[in-house]
Structure formats: C-alpha cells, structure tokens
T-cell receptor, first 113, second 114 residues
Framework: GNSVTQMEGPVTLSEEAFLTINCTYTATGYPSLFWYVQYPGEGLQLLLKATKADDKGSNKGFEATYRKETTSFHLEKGSVQVSDSAVYFCALSGQQAGTALIFGKGTTLSVSS | EAGVVQSPRYKIIEKKQPVAFWCNPISGHNTLYWYRQNLGQGPELLIRYENEEAVDDSQLPKDRFSAERLKGVDSTLKIQPAELGDSAVYLC????????????FGSGTQLSVL
C-alpha cells in the first residue's frame, strides 16, 4: 500500500541555517504530495503541495520538488527563522478523488536565535 | 470564516468509560475525516464521510468505535469502552468536496485514558 517515510527528528538549527527534511514515498500511480506544518498548540496547516512529477511547491520560503525518479519530496528552506519551529509532516494522497491523506511520522524542527 | 471546530480540547477519562468527540466542519464542506494521531506519529485515518455517508470506515475499530454525521454537517466520534491504548489526539478535517484538495484540520481533542 501507499506509505510515506520522512527523516526522524528532532532537527535543531540556528537561525538563518539551511534546512532539509527528507521525505520519500511508496505509491501506485501518480499521487499528490504535500507538506503540512503543525505549530505548537495549533492544528495542521497545509504548507505546500505538488500534484505531478517535477512540480515544485513553494510557500513562506519553503519549497519541495516532486521527484518521481527518486520517489522523493524533500522540504528545503534557505534560511530558517525561530518562527519556523514546528512539526513538519510529509503526506500523500492517492489518485482517486477524496482519498485520505497518508502521513509520515513528522519531523520536529527547533530553531534557536 | 470559522475553521474546523472540535470539542472538547482535552479529555481525561478512566479506562472502560465512554467518551465522545464533536466536530463542526467548515460551512459548506461535504467531505469530513476523522484521524487519530498517536504521540510521535503522523495522523492515521479512522473514517471518511461524504455528506452523511461513511464511504471509508475500513480503519475504524468497530468493536468499540462508532461515528455519525447526521444531516451531513456536524460529526461525533465515540469510543465505548475506552482502553489505555486509545490515548491520542483525535483530529477532524474537512474539505469542500472529494475533488477539492484543500483540506482543513481542527486543533484536535487530546484524549488521555488512565
């Protein structure tokens, strides 16, 4: 079945450091890929998405490229801020409309000033 | 626009007791999901509704869990009786339709079973 594997955390960085959180997936067909973020005390929020191979999703300085050849969707940011401290979840959605998201285990990012 | 509203925010019960969670999705959203998120894990689907119909409940432990979405709006998830392993955050999410990818999550109900 479909699954998502993301790097385990926690990831601890200093402000303005470069961020990469790895995510790989297993799926049949052509899933859509997502990154969700969960700030302390808040619900999950969509950060970015990509719906087909080679698409790049971007938002708030974060970006991720849908790589079908490596079945990956790594999250990157060139310069993190303290306010980026949160839990990041990689997720996929199957081709059939309405299918539920399948999430990775989440990666906790802690940014210090 | 109000987001997905869940209540209660926290619930502490003793094992074997019943518990219920309530979700009010965003107005006009036909598709509703209940997820369970164990500590240190990603959310896992329990049940999905299209309007008032449960179209995917394959992951719902039906011996103790039940859910309903009367009139296709609010939804309730119930556990009876609760077990220690049910301690988790229960998340509700909604989207306008099955073909609309924008999914909105509530803040969840954190359940502790003692």
């Amino acid at each position: 079945g479909n699954s998502v594997t993301q790097m385990e955390g926690p990831v601890t960085l200093s402000e303005e450091a470069f961020l990469t959180i790895n995510c790989t997936y297993t799926a049949t067909g052509y899933p859509s890929l997502f990154w969700y973020v969960q700030y302390p005390g808040e619900g999950l929020q969509l950060l970015l998405k990509a719906t087909k191979a080679d698409d790049k999703g971007s938002n708030k300085g974060f970006e991720a490229t849908y790589r079908k050849e490596t079945t990956s969707f790594h999250l990157e940011k060139g310069s993190v801020q303290v306010s980026d401290s949160a839990v990041y979840f990689c997720a996929l959605s199957g081709q059939q409309a309405g299918t539920a998201l399948i999430f990775g285990k989440g990666t906790t990012l802690s940014v210090s000033s | 626009e109000a987001g997905v509203v869940q209540s209660p925010r926290y619930k502490i019960i003793e094992k074997k007791q019943p518990v219920a969670f309530w979700c009010n999705p965003i107005s006009g959203h036909n598709t509703l999901y209940w997820y369970r998120q164990n500590l240190g894990q990603g959310p896992e689907l329990l049940i999905r509704y299209e309007n008032e119909e449960a179209v995917d409940d394959s992951q719902l432990p039906k011996d103790r869990f039940s859910a309903e979405r009367l009139k296709g709006v609010d939804s309730t998830l119930k556990i009876q009786p609760a077990e220690l392993g049910d301690s988790a955050v229960y998340l509700c999410a909604s989207r306008k339709s099955a073909t609309n990818e924008k999914l909105f999550f509530g803040s969840g109900t954190q359940l502790s079973v003692l």
